[in-house]
T-cell receptor
Framework: AQSVTQLDSQVPVFEEAPVELRCNYS??????LFWYVQYPNQGLQLLLK??????LVKGINGFEAEFNKSQTSFHLRKPSVHISDTAEYFC????????????FGAGTRLAVHP | NAGVTQTPKFQVLKTGQSMTLQCAQD?????MYWYRQDPGMGLRLIYY???????DKGEVPNGYNVSRLNKREFSLRLESAAPSQTSVYFC???????????????FGQGTRLTVV
């Protein structure tokens, strides 16, 4: 069975500092990896996704993530965060044969402080 | 461009009452999903519909039923609401068939349900 672990439930960071949100997954089949962002009282919005090819994936709002197959990780990074990046971030996987069902991690709440 | 529309946005129910959450998408997607979001647990799949006419259980289906009314609409019904069903419910849809994998899911704005 597939599963996703987000290693930090909360990450506080100062504005303009770099940030990394960690995600590990477990699967016996090939997976497709996603990061979604949820702003307060909103739905989920796709930040980026990895399907195949280059392991470094760039997304919206200056975020990027690196797929590491040997470590089964897909960590999200941003070199300099803004106050507006304060939100909850979800890592998710889907897999071939799974009808694009997404399996989510528990989420990481990013709090950017001035 | 509405995307995925959910109604209602908020609802308070008494234990034992029933209600139906509505979801419609205008992107011609085949697959639709219902998730619930609880603090510290991420989003968990309740039911999904891979295509019109089919529905399948997800991770947490107990206490829920679904209907794929047509290609656009996918409703979630609580027959006898319980306090444990207090949650935020999200509907999502995704691009065509399972052969096209790895496509993103588009989410509605959510329904905040409280059962007292």
């Amino acid at each position: 069975a597939q599963s996703v672990t987000q290693l930090d439930s909360q990450v506080p960071v100062f504005e303009e500092a770099p940030v990394e949100l960690r995600c590990n997954y477990s699967s016996s089949v090939s997976v497709y990896l996603f990061w979604y962002v949820q702003y307060p009282n909103q739905g989920l919005q796709l930040l980026l996704k990895y399907l195949s090819g280059s392991t470094l994936v760039k997304g919206i709002n200056g975020f990027e993530a690196e797929f590491n197959k040997s470590q089964t990780s897909f960590h999200l990074r941003k070199p300099s965060v803004h106050i507006s990046d304060t939100a909850e971030y979800f890592c998710a996987v889907s897999f071939s044969g799974g009808y694009n069902k997404l399996i989510f991690g528990a989420g990481t709440r990013l709090a950017v402080h001035p | 461009n509405a995307g995925v529309t959910q109604t209602p946005k908020f609802q308070v129910l008494k234990t034992g009452q029933s209600m139906t959450l509505q979801c419609a998408q205008d992107m011609n997607h085949n697959s639709m999903y219902w998730y619930r979001q609880d603090p510290g647990m991420g989003l968990r799949l309740i039911y999904y519909s891979a295509s019109e006419g089919t529905t399948d259980k997800g991770e947490v289906p107990n206490g829920y039923n679904v209907s794929r009314l047509n290609k656009r609409e996918f409703s979630l019904r609580l027959e006898s609401a319980a306090p444990s069903q207090t949650s935020v419910y999200f509907c999502a849809s995704s691009e065509p068939r399972d052969r096209v994998v790895g496509t993103e899911a588009f989410f509605g704005q959510g329904t905040r349900l409280t059962v007292v």
